[in-house]
């Protein structure tokens, strides 16, 4: 499973390097919150052990964050070729959400599981904010792609 961990103390250093202050860890909808020239921004920390390219995915939660508040979000993409005991250097980039479009794609939507694999199958205790997947459902994601496609 990807994971941001290892980036996010360089990426709060890099914000402090960079003029932010009152920097935030929240987690949703994204990573950070900072404030720069008085003004509050929503940071989205994606974080890569690749030395060539990113890659990753942006929930929706984001995009929405984003496209909420196009003038102060930013994505920052921090690389660390090989991983954070490499030697290698830390590489920041911050990216605005208009720029991310440029090297996103739509791919077919995920329906996430958590399957057990002992002999209990009770249900999934899911969050409030779960959309629990039917056979309608489904049927309604499969027809919004489709039209996004056509």
Not at 123 to 144: C, H, W
Request: glycine content about 4%.
């Amino acid at each position: 499973m990807a994971t941001d961990t290892d980036g996010q103390e360089p990426a709060k250093q890099h914000l402090v390097n960079s003029g932010y202050t009152q920097i935030k860890q929240i987690n949703h909808p994204v990573d950070f919150t900072a404030v720069k020239d008085g003004k509050l921004y929503y940071i989205e920390l994606k974080y890569t052990t690749t030395p060539k390219k990113a890659f990753g995915n942006t929930p929706m939660t984001e995009w929405i964050c984003a496209m909420e508040n196009p003038d102060n979000f930013l994505f920052l993409v921090v690389s660390k070729p090989g991983g954070k005991e490499a030697h290698s250097d830390w590489n920041f980039f911050f990216v605005t959400p208009k720029e991310m479009l440029e090297y996103s794609y739509i791919s077919p939507f995920k329906i996430n599981f958590h399957f057990p694999l002992t002999n209990s199958r009770n249900p999934p205790n899911r969050k409030s904010t779960t959309i629990v997947p039917t056979f309608e459902t489904l049927d309604k994601i499969a027809r919004f792609y489709s039209d996004l496609k056509n």
